[in-house]
């Protein structure tokens, strides 16, 4: 091996790897199957009612200069998230209709998990996605916390293998893998659907109704439900960078006159002193083979300016912002117009954005961040490869 | 409280426990491999993916090294990914080409190297540098020739070696 190279690429390795997810349960066809949205946080980029607008998830791989060595992952620990008071519950049994501001809780949950969060989707994510949940799981971070649902609004997505009976509420239990269970009934005409691992008679005997007051933090939803942090614009249309956080979660969305892309995810990023975290990529862009690519990110509050250089080697600078005055931390937003291809017409890289970097007052740099990505294509294929 | 229930199927238990111990055991070598070749987004999906096709195949216990035989189905789903994510490209007219010219770091130089790799190359300089493996071990673990790794390794190594000069 190259001795020279051989302990640098090592280094860089090692802080690639450092970012690995945790390898969460043991997979199975079930988990993949019953609720794709939810179970990758990765893609859950919603786009909304705009067809010009597309939607991209990036995240981003952290490089640091003149980082605080007393700060760790430790420090940025998580908020706990209390359950819901489910004292002031009623039982499921009881309801003969599920009011809007009716949440169904477990009170009995698999050992290891705890509350997550609640979700309640937005008007405007569409017609088909009217419904609200609440997620249970271990909070790792990763993508991979929920473990547990308990969504109103949704049914089984299969035949279901077999019927429970917990007081007078029958359930319709859907076992696509063994150890995974989607368990279906209906309160009036309201579907209810919970989904999870192990065993599910004792959490389908706890569920409990409650009302929006008795949840810990306010629930996750769209656009309308975040506070607006960042502000830019290009070709003389603007784009706002909104933010909402519940407990350890958040969400981000990028809006437009065109819509809204955006999604919720995890709140804790060890070593984020950069993140990149929503954005839009509209075309066409102002001129023939262009784009316009918007991209939005999080920086500490010593940050002064953030250089964000766009793939085809464009760089905006931005004063980072907080409009909202309600965070410690500062928000990015960066719009150009980029060129793209013009020969092949396809992707040399997989983000629009190639780096972005965080400066304070005195011009010095305190972080930057570089996708990963999946880096260029093979130049030839190769076939020998199974 | 009035519980009924029925249907249990207790003759998965034992294959369940396989699928179980063999992500137990090799899943994490298997995801920071992913993570060096795709990233910490993806690490995981396609980790989960490779592992699924593998263990839906009939008789997969009975694997012989069983460890680079995931570590290739991960290798084969990044690539998966790539052309996935190449296809959406081309339809979303994505495609831009980096020209940034940009003197900071060492490390960040180098890590921006590393992201200009592409999957093969990827794979191949994290199994020679991180794991320590020879051209002879790389070529079997992905099942590739010793001269398409010596080649490829080759090529990184330029690139690489660039990126600290």
Known sequence: MNMQLDPHVKAVFDEIIAHAPDIGPTPSAGVVNLDPTVSDRGRRWLAVAAAAVLVVGVAGLVAFAGRDASRSPADEATVTSPPPDSGAGRPLSSMDQLASSDWVVATVLPDGLEYLYARRDSPALGPDRQSRAIAYGVPRGDGTDEELWVEIGRANVGTPDESFTVGEVVWSIERPEDSWWSASTRVGGTDLNVRGSGTFEQVLAGLTVVDDSNLPFTPLGGPDDAVVVARTNVDGDIYTYSIQE????????????????????????????????????????????????????????????????FADGTTVTVEPTDLSGTFDILFWIAAATISTDSQTGLPVTQESVAEVRAYDREGILIGTTIPLGLGQPDEEPSTEEQ | MDLMHHDPHPERGQADEQVDVAWRTHAPAAVRFATAVVGPVDAHDVTTSAFLRVTSQPGWSDIEHFDRYLIRAVRNEAQNLYRQRRRRWQRDLLAVRPEASIDSLPDVDLLRAVASLSVRQRSVVFLAYWQDMTEAEIAETLDVTRSTVHRTLARARNALRKALT
């Open chain 1, 246 to 309: 519940s407990g350890r979660y958040k969400c981000d969305w990028v809006t437009s006159q065109d819509g809204a892309s955006g999604g919720c995810g995890s709140l804790v990023q060890p070593d984020a002193d950069v993140t990149i975290d929503a954005g839009v990529t509209t075309e066409p862009g102002a001129l023939p083979g262009t784009v316009d690519a918007v991209r939005s990110g999080s920086v500490t509050a010593a940050t002064a300016s953030v250089e964000v250089v």
